[in-house]
């Protein structure tokens, strides 16, 4: 078994500004070698799906205002189309899958969005059918939190807290939201093997929270992201630009300061991730 992280490319091209996203985005392929893994960036190139982006190719995934944000769904039209896309979280885990990578680190996972539109993230849909280890420091807070654990609970995805029986909320160590709990890599991989074991499809995703130095407070964050979707009604933000949207009025509201916190948790994922993947290795050696 070669030890094969993936990474997704959304956040480089729109989750992150620029020019920090895709320092970021090597750091973490960085973060990754030193602990002994092979980190595998998904995105698709000119209609190419790639596991495992040369530097130049995330360098310009990062920096062209061209590029597409696909999902599963949308895999097909970028390729037919010959575009640049980055992959979110569903379609990085459904092409890191065929490509039999067993894990896979993200920051945080898509859900089920508080506005009055429909929009649940295709995101919660994979997790239900493909079985990997997906890292994640929990559903975005600008979700409904507790319609989004529901959702995860209907489709049949095991989840777990990583020592916390709170759910952790990207920004937020936690919420008033309870969980299963597990205390070590060990008992994640574990669970992992049950679940090939028994031939049980979808994801085990474990959610780890932010760093506490991190987090952000409360109430700041309840402040900003009232006004961010104050803005998202005025500008008829709707579908795929949600996100992007409201995590770029975050920004800019907390002068910088989500963007320090999502660049630390999603390090801290990478690390676990990690951590997670040289234990599997070991134990199927
Ligand atoms: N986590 C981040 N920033 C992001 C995302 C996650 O820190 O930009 C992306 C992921 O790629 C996730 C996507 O799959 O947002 C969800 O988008 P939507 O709600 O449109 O499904
Ligand atoms: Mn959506």
């Given at each position: 078994m070669e030890k094969i992280l993936a990474l997704e490319s959304t956040v480089i091209a729109h989750g992150l500004p620029k020019p920090i996203n895709v320092e970021v985005a090597l750091e973490l392929e960085k973060l990754a070698r030193e602990k002994g893994c092979a980190p595998k960036t998904i995105g698709i190139v000119e209609g190419e799906i790639k596991v495992g982006l040369s530097e130049e190719e995330i360098q310009k995934l990062g920096t062209r205002d061209d590029v597409l944000k696909v999902g599963v769904a949308e895999i097909p039209y970028a390729v037919a189309k010959r575009l640049w896309a980055a992959t979110t979280v569903s379609a990085t885990m459904r092409i890191a899958s065929k490509y039999g990578i067993k894990i896979f680190a993200t920051g945080g996972i898509g859900g089920v969005h508080s506005?009055?539109?429909w929009d649940v993230s295709q995101d919660l849909l994979e997790l239900s059918r493909t079985r990997m280890i997906v890292v994640s420091?929990?559903?975005?807070?600008?979700?409904?939190l507790k319609a989004t654990m529901e959702m995860l609970e209907s489709l049949e995805v095991t989840v777990v807290g990583f020592r916390t029986d709170k759910l952790p909320a990207f920004y937020l160590r936690c919420v008033d939201v309870e969980i299963k709990r597990v205390e070590t890599v060990e008992e994640i991989v574990r669970i992992f093997k049950a679940k090939e074991r028994l031939d049980l499809p979808g994801s085990l995703l474990v959610f780890n929270p932010i760093p506490e130095e991190y987090a952000i407070d409360e109430r700041d964050l309840q402040e900003w992201e009232k006004k961010a979707l104050e803005d998202l009604q005025k500008a008829k933000i709707t579908g795929k630009d949600v996100t992007p949207f409201l995590l770029a009025k975050l920004a800019e509201y907390s002068s910088g300061k989500t963007v320090e916190s999502n660049i630390a948790l999603l390090k801290n994922n990478v690390s676990l991730a990690c951590d997670i993947l040289n234990c599997l290795f070991n134990l199927e050696r």
């Open positions: 506005t009055q539109n420091a929990g559903p975005k807070s600008i979700l409904d």
